[in-house]
Nanobody
């Protein structure tokens, strides 16, 4: 059974940092594109960051460039999202996703596997 499990969310003050993890199990995800999305109440799920299937490149939403860093550890089947200089508008449920079918994508519909999400709340 394929499973993605996020961890590392929590409550932090503006300007602080959090590190999210997403552990995959059930199969080897080393050839999968991996991504992070987030969703605030009443808003659509939005792209945050992705690492391509080829492992060469990472991609970020303009709103998080320079503050967030995504990385992957294929040996552990895990991806990470280091979030620095957090802002209240970064608050939401953060989801990790994986897909073998595209090199990378900003579209939620392109991702086949999803975690259950972890809450991030940034207070002002």
């Amino acid at each position: 059974q394929v499973q993605l499990v996020e961890s590392g969310g929590g409550l932090v003050q503006a300007g602080g940092s959090l590190r999210l993890s997403c552990a995959a199990s059930g199969r080897t995800f080393s050839s999968y594109a991996r991504a992070w999305f987030r969703q605030a109440p009443g808003k659509e799920r939005e792209f945050v960051a992705a690492i391509s299937r080829t492992f060469i490149s990472t991609y970020y939403a303009d709103s998080v460039k320079g503050r967030f860093t995504m990385s992957r550890d294929n040996a552990k089947n895990t991806v990470y999202l280091q979030m620095n200089s957090l802002k209240p508008e970064d608050s939401g449920v953060y989801y990790c996703a994986a897909t073998p079918t595209v090199v990378w994508s900003t579209k939620p519909a392109d991702y086949e596997y999803w975690g259950q999400g972890t809450q991030v709340t940034v207070s002002s």
